[in-house]
């Protein structure tokens, strides 16, 4: 029975993180399904986020919910300035100029973070609703930190999926992430689509930070969480919104278990070996659409 009860609440501790792997995914698609773009400074933002919700908690004595809100808003503008200003500029320049300069970006902020007075390079906390609190249920003893990721992950979900089907915005990206040509035709501003993905995705973020802080604590190598997202996306089949969650999950699963039940070294890559195995069956991953080009 105690084996079962590991077994549980291993699998669940690795849906949580696996919850945040996919909302750092879940940026990656919305900008590449937009603008064909892959931001890998999305984990850094996510960084920006923890560090912001941890100075408005600590510093300002602002509430966790009320830091949730704030931090989200900002990241959200920062998305917003950095497709305007910086990559609307180089719309028409060839897609790897934009993969270099969001590499770029990532630097930056880790070395931002890095250099703010009262961030730096040291490891922080900061105390949510849920800290220190359990969930007893039968013989399982659940972190309430773990069960509050899930929760805010579904709910999430489900304000994106009525934001995308409900919205004539959230219809309008569906367009354009579709064909853009065809959008321009309908009388969609593209470039108000890609602005707004940009702010989605910041806003994403930002969240994911907040959700992580209190499992990972907050340091300035949070970051490094986009390569864990980046391969989740791959996985569910990159440009599938339902796909990046799917595939942050079992990656996070699949990591979680290998941490308690295969020798040190295997977590690392455990995920990777599923990610391999399941791209040379399925190269479009596991809701991606495969596309042949005739030569």
Known sequence: MEFLNEIVQTILSGIAIGCIYGIVALGFVLIFKATEVVNFAQGEMMVLGAFIAYSLTTFLGFSYWTALLLTTIALGILGMFLERVVLRTLIGEPVFVLFILTIGLGTFFRSFVSMVPGWGTDTYGFKTPFTDKVVNFANLVISWEHVSVIVMTIVLILVLFAFFRFTRIGVAMRATSQNQLAAVYMGISVHRVFSLTWIISGALGGIAGILLSPITFVHM????????????????????IPGA???????????????VYLPIGWKDVAAWIILI???IFRPE???????KKKV
């Open 221 to 240: 190598n949070m970051g490094f969480i986009g390569l864990k997202a980046f391969p989740a996306a791959v996985l569910g089949g990159f440009g599938s």
């Open 285 to 291: 991953g596991l809701f991606g659409i495969q596309e």
């Open 245 to 259: 969650m799917v595939g942050g999950v079992i990656i996070g699963v699949t990591e979680s278990l290998a941490g």
């Open 277 to 279: 195995a399941v791209l």
